[in-house]
């Protein structure tokens, strides 16, 4: 008999995230849900485990791989999806830079890095980094999240070719104007959602359904060759011109 399949996913509270992994468990994975808005430190269900994390702290991520390490003997698909973006102001300007880069970008790196030795001993290894649209296109007064995003998609070569050695795979979701809490400012107001949809060809946001389909595609078998891409989900937003 196969062995369970293991997940790890990040910012799976609510959102996109949660609709992650919500689909890996409905297609038999474990999954190791990893959230700051969690009330308890850890919580123990049949298949998923949700673990309380603030991801700009690194001692923390170090404990999460350690308890990790300790209960299982591989991972299949790590799902660095956790985000933040923060108000930039005169006088926060300095805390808004570092806080936004080490949750959208360092940790992805440092998570990644600790879960190597149990991604190398599944049978289909594969990372898979959300980004934005944000790395192709500026979006105003967030110079620290497109930055950020920008720099998920330059780790995601660095790990499709330095991981390659172990047969895991690395890959980026740059997804558009989805409907979660982060695009609901956009979303309900008016003139905002309607400059939205005059650059979107397919003309309504995305869902947090079809962003979780095309992450458990790239998890999966079906998508073995495929390495070190970034792919856009955002109904045509860019290609409009």
Request: charged share 25%; proline share 2%; glycine share 6%.
């Amino acid at each position: 008999m196969e062995d369970k399949k293991i997940a790890v996913v990040t910012g799976a509270y609510g959102g996109s995230g949660l609709k992650i992994a919500e689909l890996l468990l409905k297609k038999g994975f474990k999954v190791y849900t990893l959230d700051f808005e969690y009330k308890k430190n850890i919580q123990i269900q049949k298949n998923r485990i949700c673990y309380k994390i603030d991801l700009s702290k690194f001692t923390q991520i170090k404990s999460f791989a350690k308890f990790l390490k300790k209960r299982e003997k591989k991972v299949d698909c790590l799902i660095n999806n956790a985000g933040v973006s923060l108000k930039k102001t005169k006088n926060n300007f300095i805390n808004y830079w570092e806080k936004t880069l080490k949750i959208n970008l360092t940790s992805v790196y440092v998570l990644s890095e600790m879960i190597v030795p149990l991604l190398k001993k599944s049978k289909n290894p594969s990372i898979v980094n959300i980004s934005s649209i944000s790395s192709k296109i500026a979006m105003s007064q967030n110079p620290a999240y497109n930055a950020s995003k920008a720099g998920i998609l330059a780790l995601t070569s660095s790990q499709a070719l330095d991981f390659s050695i172990y047969k895991i795979r690395s890959n980026a979701i740059c997804p558009g104007y989805i409907k979660t809490n982060m695009t609901k400012t956009s979303f309900n107001t008016k003139k905002l959602k309607n400059a939205r949809l005059n650059r979107l060809t397919i003309k309504r946001y995305g869902s947090s359904e079809e962003l979780a389909n095309l992450a458990y595609f790239l998890c999966s078998e079906k998508s073995r060759y495929i390495n070190g891409q970034d792919i856009v989900i955002d109904g045509g937003f860019l290609k409009k011109g």
